[in-house]
């Protein structure tokens, strides 16, 4: 290609772009429209011919360019903004909905936009969460009929319909270790997995005593959860790093029984040795009262295997507590316990002025066969003598 014929698809849309200074739509768009036969593959130009089409009101002309832009570059922010706006000025709502919500999906931080792309963006997350919100209105009145008729726990249901209406992501098992495949990821299990969780809440009282015992005697024997290794970069954890903001007092530790904090906690103590521990050579079970101190947040974080389900027994729980698991936010309630999968992003906070406190200790996951955890002990015992598996962390 020569020097002159590299130039003209350049100069052919400088004149294309005087012709739009000078608000001759038609002449622009034949000038556009000779460069990128000559350049078919740039972006834009056919942004370009798609703001002459705009012009001329050539809906489809304008709708095919756009289409060009985006099968170069399905990304083109420029062009998803102008492919929503003609799909929302020509009354297909629908459409304009799903290609606003990319937009969005993909616009840069707030703090790299400039005012105009701001307010722009802000106008269309009010259209979004306005179609949104009338589409949740209709299906609420259609299935209300239904919902009743079935009846029964709609929990997975009612999360499906919020994440299509884009009220909520569908979080995944992120394993740090062993991840146990085509189980449900399930953030919250349901009580009925666990037919001994009753039981265990009619010892609140007396463990809650226990604890109180412990902290009224200055907390002896309580370490800090987070606590990295020497030249760790910093990270999210830096901030509760050897900090008693969060801590511990361990009963079981990584599978084995810490005697002298099971023999200060006595009713505690049995009430752990009556639950389907996950019972994991060197790893599990692990049983904890976890202290968090006021105005305190443990950072969104994901655990180490998905063979466990994670038990909260709530005992301190002043208002201004929370927890998250994945798109479920729920308050603790003093009394009463529940599981759910620590491999499912999670975080929590204290916010009030008052110490939050909670048992925790890990069961075998409800979806895994006693077939399936007699070969996962095997495993780890013979990964662990062969010498060529990462030994449990200490």
Known sequence: MTASSASEPRHLNDVGMRALASGDAARALTAFSAAAELDPNAPALWLNIAKAQRLLY???????????????DAINLT????????????????????????????????????????????????????????????????????RVAVGGDQRR?????????????????????LHFPFLPADEFFPRAHFP???????????????????????????VPYVAMEPGVPANKWTPLDHSLDWS?????????????????????????ANLPAADLPGRAPTAFF???????????????????????????????CGFRVGGETRRWVEGEAFGFDDTIEHEAWNDSDHLRAVLIFDVWNPH??????????????????????????E
Not at 105 to 133: C, H, K
Not at 157 to 177: K, P, T, W
Request: aromatic letters at 6%.
């Open 368 to 393: 895994i066969a006693e077939t399936e955890r007699v070969l996962l002990r095997d495993f780890y015992r013979a990964a662990d003598a062969s010498g060529f598996y990462p030994p449990p962390a």
């Open 248 to 272: 511990a007092f361990y009963l079981w530790k990584y599978g084995e029984p810490v005697s002298a904090a099971l023999a200060r906690c006595p009713a505690t103590a049995a009430a752990l």
């Open 79 to 146: 062009a998803l903004i102008r492919k929503a706006e003609l799909l929302q000025r020509r009354g297909e709502l629908a459409a304009a909905t799903q290609v606003w919500a990319g937009v969005l999906a993909i616009a840069p931080p707030r703090d790299q936009r400039s005012p105009a792309l701001a307010e722009l963006l802000e106008t269309a997350a009010a259209f979004v969460a306005e179609r949104n919100g009338a589409f949740a209105a209709l299906l609420d009145a259609t299935l209300r009929p239904a």
């Open 157 to 177: 249901f009612d999360a499906a319909i919020d994440s299509v209406l884009g009220r909520r992501r569908i979080f995944a098992n992120e394993c740090a270790g």
């Open 290 to 320: 976890s202290i968090l101190k006021p105005h305190t947040r443990i950072p969104p974080h994901t655990g180490v295997s998905n063979t466990r389900a994670i038990i909260h027994l709530p005992l301190l729980v002043p208002d201004g």
């Open 196 to 222: 001994w969780i009753a039981d265990l809440e009619s010892q609140t009282a007396a463990i809650r005593a226990e604890l109180e015992a412990l902290l009224a005697g200055g907390g002896h024997g309580m």
């Open 58 to 72: 050539d809906d489809s002309g304008e709708r095919a360019a756009l289409d060009r832009v985006l099968g170069l």
